[in-house]
Nanobody, 117 residues
């Protein structure tokens, strides 16, 4: 499966942003999907996961309540809604796919999110 994230940009703190990830090449509903981010000088961090039909989601405590992951299998897409943006959310955001929920094997190029104070 090939993945392409989009929707990043420069936003003000306190604002919202929705990232999209388009998938192609395989049956999208075969995959659990996840979002990760990596800030400069930091390790890659998991921020959201969703199972194949959207019935199960998972967030780390660091983003719970501000991040919402969703998917549309008819459109072969997964989304990440980010609300109440903080400067610390500045990072490159990546989407990933895997046959097993929580295990991601396929990655696409990221999209940059920059939050200004």
């Amino acid at each position: 499966v090939q993945l392409q994230a989009s929707g990043g940009g420069l936003v003000q703190a306190g604002g919202s942003l929705r990232l999209s990830c388009a998938a192609s090449g395989r049956t999208f509903s075969d995959y659990a999907m996840g979002w990760f981010r990596q800030a400069p000088g930091k390790e890659r961090e998991f921020v959201a996961g969703i199972n194949w039909n959207g019935g199960r989601t998972y967030y780390p405590d660091s983003v719970k309540g501000r991040f919402t992951i969703s998917r549309d299998n008819a459109k072969n897409a997964v989304y990440l809604q980010i609300d109440s943006l903080k400067h610390d959310d500045t990072a490159v955001y990546y989407c990933a796919a895997g046959e097993v929920f929580g295990e991601y094997r396929y990655w696409g190029p990221g999209t940059q999110v920059t939050v200004s104070s």
